[in-house]
């Protein structure tokens, strides 16, 4: 029983992820953006559950509406978590300060966002320390 649960421990801290391990595939400019993106349901309702459900500014939650934002080609990760997608999309004439990532799991049932404002970051739709180093690696693209 001691040595499951020391083997349990070492494994747990093994799968802890940071922005550095984190590989994305090379980014392909005719793969979707988040506006494009959004059209696809499966994609679409994850994001707006978590657009609705947190308390982000005014721009953020217009990126359901398809206004006042600039977006960037998905990102789709190597490592960890492999097939998760990042959209990366910015306040319109604010990218240098107001910016966000908006991470969609491969199965599409969650999303999850890391959003930087000045030099303030949160995080929203409590991602895991795994997704957090995959938000984080994608904001700083």
């Known amino acids: 029983m001691r040595i499951a649960l020391i083997a349990a421990a070492v ?3 093994g799968i802890h ?4 391990d984190v590989k994305f595939a090379p980014t392909d400019p005719s793969k979707p ?3 494009d993106a959004l059209k696809d349901k ?14 982000l500014p005014h ?10 934002f600039v977006a960037e080609p998905v990102l789709t990760t190597e ?18 300060e107001n910016r966000i990532s908006i991470m969609v799991t ?3 049932h969650h999303a999850y966002a890391l ?15 795994e997704e957090q180093a995959i938000l984080s690696a994608a904001m700083a693209k």
């Open 11 to 13: 494994l747990m801290s």
């Open 17 to 20: 992820a940071q922005a550095e």
């Open 33 to 35: 953006y988040l506006f």
């Open 42 to 55: 499966t994609i679409r309702a994850p994001v707006v559950t978590l657009i609705i459900s947190e308390d």
């Open 59 to 68: 721009w953020a939650k217009g990126i359901i509406k398809n206004r006042n």
């Open 79 to 96: 490592t960890p978590l492999p097939g998760t997608q990042v959209y990366n999309a910015c306040e319109a004439h604010n990218c240098g």
């Open 106 to 108: 491969p199965h599409r």
């Open 115 to 129: 959003l930087k404002e000045g030099k303030s970051l949160k995080f929203f739709g409590h991602p895991k320390p």
